[in-house]
């Protein structure tokens, strides 16, 4: 109870501020246009139309405007006056008219603070001085409703809180996230780049990143065989016919890009992998006894984003998914779910993630015609996830009709170091594509029965999960993911030689080594090394080419005494070997 008041209250604050904010950026462009000023979940923005754009200069001068205002404790006074007074009111004021114009009420309220008046619903704070601590943070452009056909706005974001220790707090984990942002990181690593020029929301691997990708997608691999998955591979591009009876092109045509043509056919791009899985199930009669059939892809698919709403490896328009299907006998589905939610968090636990958000969509029971496959499949189906979880003790969140129309499914969110959740792994049901491509298997009976079909992406996408590595990590990644482990720096050109002596012995137990033998101070070559996010440096003078030994210092700065190459190789094999965050 108490938490949702402050809840309110900090809504209220901040509601209450951007009312301020309005009246001080009036202040500055007395012929400014406005748009909405909600609260947000962290803070609140107002929308403008102004006459030039906002710097951050601007920022600091329209706080000044607004502790003026709040210093001065001006009351929000409600007024309650006739829609056409309220049309006249805003007569100079487009984006108010047209939110009054789509009021239905007769009487609308508006809000007085200072000199400035705004049509709102309220409520607000008594007056501008509950605002206790508050701070804008950043301008961006917004298109007046969302519609991108509409004018583009200026959005100045801000927020506010009851104290200025919480105030900095929250300041404190913004800088976080920005030194995590992983658009900056895969830059200052040399991880990722994207080229506008080349075409936009699409990833380029470099060496670094692309060392990296292959230990992913080694340890993919392996984990998937020892599962008891096979790995297939398929085309790109499918004809259309393949899309038709799939029916992607009937619900999900948006998300594809164009066709091209081949032989006078349209072929497209593939968007999903799942059809083409179906294909080599299709290639012959399969029995009862071959079941269940669990098949992977690292699938590379296309899909059409705004290029608005693209933001670096999250949201992209080309990405791999780590895809599998499971083709199984009604009777294997309570086994095969709980199998691959244990394998989708023993997976996730590999990279390092240990808390995670589960989510259960199932249909909405009021309108089962919305949706493929009989009643008693959606039951049955809805129970082996819900049974799979219970079994597992995962607190999970019931979503009652969220599932898409073609089946129920569990979608497992890993929360970050910074407590972020991001979706990750996805177990869908699809009583969908086994009817419209007609698969089969002969059952024990000996007659043809309608088997299950289950989609799974545990990763989700390499790429986006990649982002949340590099945030995760602050790109100072686990060892054995590390693309460089270990770098040898010779104090002084003399020690040369003997830094590439243990760089090779090293190679020779792939450890992934590099030698800094450039001719910076060692102090800068050891800067260098803890910018690239090095999990060792090993550093070599004339007492360890003496004793045949190297000094260690250790990324988070510790440093460690002489050591021989043999210890620290073995200390170095058992950190990879284990997967583990420690060095
Ligand atoms: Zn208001
Ligand atoms: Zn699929």
């Not at 993919?220 to 591009?237: A, N, Q, S």
């Not at 999970?396 to 969110?413: H, Q």
């Not at 000996?446 to 990590?473: C, D, I, T």
């Not at 033998?517 to 060792?536: G, L, T």
């Amino acid at each position: 109870m108490h938490h949702e008041e402050n809840a309110n209250l900090l809504e209220t604050m901040r509601h209450s501020a951007s009312h301020v904010m309005a009246e001080a950026v009036l202040s500055m462009f007395p012929d400014a246009k406005f748009g909405i000023g909600p609260a947000t979940k962290d803070g609140f923005y107002y929308d403008f139309e102004l006459p030039r754009s906002l710097t951050p200069d601007d920022l600091g001068i329209i706080e000044k405007k607004m502790k003026e205002s709040i210093k001065a404790k001006a009351a929000f006074i409600k007024e309650d006056i006739s829609k056409e007074d309220a049309l006249r009111l805003f007569e100079s004021q487009p984006y108010k008219i047209d939110l009054i114009n789509d009021l239905e009420d007769e009487t609308i309220s508006i809000y007085k603070q200072g000199s400035f008046t705004d049509l709102c619903r309220g409520p607000h704070m008594d007056t501008t001085k509950g605002i206790r601590a508050f701070k804008l943070l950043s301008i961006a452009g917004a298109y007046w409703r969302g519609d991108e056909n509409r004018p583009m706005l200026q959005r100045i974001y801000g927020t506010a809180f009851e104290s200025k220790d919480d105030l900095n707090e929250y300041l404190r984990k913004l800088e976080e996230i920005e030194a995590r942002d992983h658009r900056k990181l895969t830059k200052q690593l040399d991880l990722i780049s994207f080229h506008e020029e080349a075409g936009a929301g699409l990833a380029y691997w470099h060496p670094k990143g692309g060392r990296m990708r292959v230990l992913i997608e080694d340890y993919w691999r392996k984990l998937h065989y020892d599962g008891g998955y096979e790995i297939v591979f398929t085309p790109h591009i499918g004809r259309a016919h393949l899309w038709e009876t799939s029916g992607h092109l009937d619900f999900y045509k948006d998300g594809m890009y164009s066709p091209m043509d081949i032989d006078g056919q349209d072929y497209y791009v593939k968007p999903m992998n799942c059809p083409f899985h179906i294909m080599i199930y299709k290639t012959k009669l399969r029995s009862y006894r071959e079941l269940p059939l669990r098949w992977a892809e690292l699938g590379t698919v296309y899909r059409y984003e705004r290029s608005g709403t693209l933001h670096g490896l999250l949201r992209v328009r080309g990405f791999t998914q780590d895809d599998a299907h499971i083709i199984c006998k009604p009777d294997q589905i309570d086994d095969e779910i709980l199998r691959v939610l244990d394998f989708s968090l023993n997976m996730l636990r590999g990279f390092g993630f240990e808390k995670f958000k589960v989510e259960l969509s199932v249909r909405d029971p009021r309108t089962p015609d919305k949706y493929a496959g009989s009643d008693s499949m959606w039951q049955q189906s809805e129970a082996s996830l819900v049974k799979a979880l219970e079994s597992r003790d995962l607190p999970y969140e019931r979503m009652e009709g969220e599932a898409v129309f073609y089946g129920p499914k569990i979608d497992t969110k890993i929360k970050d170091a910074l407590g972020r959740s991001w979706q990750c792994s996805t177990i869908q049901f699809d009583f969908n594509l086994p009817e419209r491509f007609d698969m089969s298997y002969i059952g024990e009976d000996g007659k043809e029965h309608r088997p299950y079909m289950v989609h799974r992406a545990l990763l989700g996408s390499l790429e986006r999960f990649f982002g949340v590595l590099v945030e995760h990590y602050a790109g100072a990644f686990p060892v054995w993911l590390a693309p460089v482990q270990a770098v040898v720096i010779p104090i002084a050109d003399r020690h040369v030689e003997y830094a590439q002596q243990v760089a090779n012995d090293l190679r020779k137990d792939d450890i992934r080594v590099e030698t800094d033998d450039s001719n910076e101070r060692m102090n800068h070559k050891i800067r260098e090394a803890q910018i690239a996010k090095v999990p060792y440096m090993l550093i070599v003078g004339d007492a360890e080419v003496g004793e045949n030994t190297v000094s260690i210092r250790l990324r988070n700065g510790e440093n460690l005494k002489g050591q021989s190459l043999e210890v620290f190789k073995d200390r170095i094999k058992s950190v990879i070997i284990s997967k583990t965050t420690s060095m």
